[in-house]
């Protein structure tokens, strides 16, 4: 029987109120189109991947997330057991939780404000980790393969909340061929907690298994925007360097504004009195 290796945390001070501006020259987010983005859009998008190992892909994921306008980069199977190879330029790591194994890592711009809120205890099993970014929690989250949710794995966090991550795990509702005690945890934790899955079937699968050449769909994410909201978008983009893992692009929906119209007097033609308007018609008409 094997052993659950140790894993380590490293974590993030909560910020709030503060925004990092330094930007070096040259780099793919220091146009001022980026930064009119983050300022219009106060639900930035969010890029996910399992990246099996982040060392030689961390320029790669930079040049993902700035194609796809990404602020807020959600990654696992980062391999790195010492916080200071988690570093892309440009954002600020929110918070990790470092394993050789199974580790999460997520990042945010430094354009952006956000406060680590809480992640899974020592030796948990399942991991999780939850940052805040513009009032919208994102949590983080690794499912080992043959581990089980049950309805207080993780945490539920008011909405709107973001459930992201590498689940693990196999179900006909996100196009496998069968339905494994695993997922069926998974599908009645989404269930009992309200939580929207985010799949499209037409969509990519997101791995490509080199080994069986097969596509299945690991990576998942359920969502709580609140009853009167419409779920995020979510979209499989192509294939990532040294990764069997295909990135996920996740557009959370947009805030509801009210449209201001001009203050005049409109009426309701369906509440009209007719037959005293006709009255009235014929009696001026007779004088």
């Avoid at 925004?19 to 793919?28: A, D, E, K, L, S």
């Avoid at 929110?94 to 580790?103: E, P, T």
């Avoid at 919208?136 to 690794?142: A, E, G, L, R, T």
Wanted: aromatic content about 8%.
């Amino acid at each position: 029987m094997s052993t659950k290796p140790v894993t380590t945390r490293a974590t993030t001070a909560t910020r709030t109120g503060c925004i990092r501006r330094g930007m070096g020259h040259n780099t793919p987010f220091s146009g001022h189109g980026s930064r009119n983005a983050v300022e219009d859009d106060p639900r930035p998008n969010i890029l996910q991947l399992t990246t099996e190992g982040l060392t030689e892909n961390k320029i790669s994921v930079e040049q993902l997330a700035y194609k796809n306008k990404a602020f807020i980069i959600v990654l696992q199977e980062t391999h790195c057991t010492t916080a200071d190879k988690l570093v892309i330029p440009n954002f600020s790591l929110a918070g990790s939780i470092l394993s050789r194994n199974h580790d999460l890592a997520m990042f945010v711009h430094e354009w952006l404000e956000w406060s680590l809120v809480d992640q899974s205890p020592e030796q948990s099993e399942t991991e999780w980790l939850c940052v805040d970014v513009a009032g919208c929690k994102i949590i983080n989250v690794y499912k080992p393969p043959r581990s089980r949710l049950t309805p207080t794995t993780i945490p539920m966090f008011p909405h709107s909340s973001l459930y992201v991550g590498d689940f693990n795990c196999q179900h006909v509702n996100w196009d496998y061929n069968k339905i494994s005690p695993e997922s069926e945890s998974v599908d009645s934790w989404a269930t009992s907690n309200n939580l929207g899955l985010l799949y499209n079937p037409k969509e990519t699968a997101n791995f490509f298994s080199h080994r069986w050449k097969v596509c299945t769909n690991p990576d998942l994410a359920f969502a709580n925007f609140g009853q009167d909201s419409r779920l995020p978008d979510r979209r499989v983009l192509g294939n990532f360097p040294r990764s069997q893992h295909r990135p996920s692009h996740i557009a959370p929906p947009k805030l509801n504004v009210p449209a201001h119209s001009d203050p005049v007097k409109r009426w309701n033609s369906c509440k009209a009195n007719w037959k005293r308007f006709c009255l009235l018609t014929d009696e001026s008409v007779e004088r």
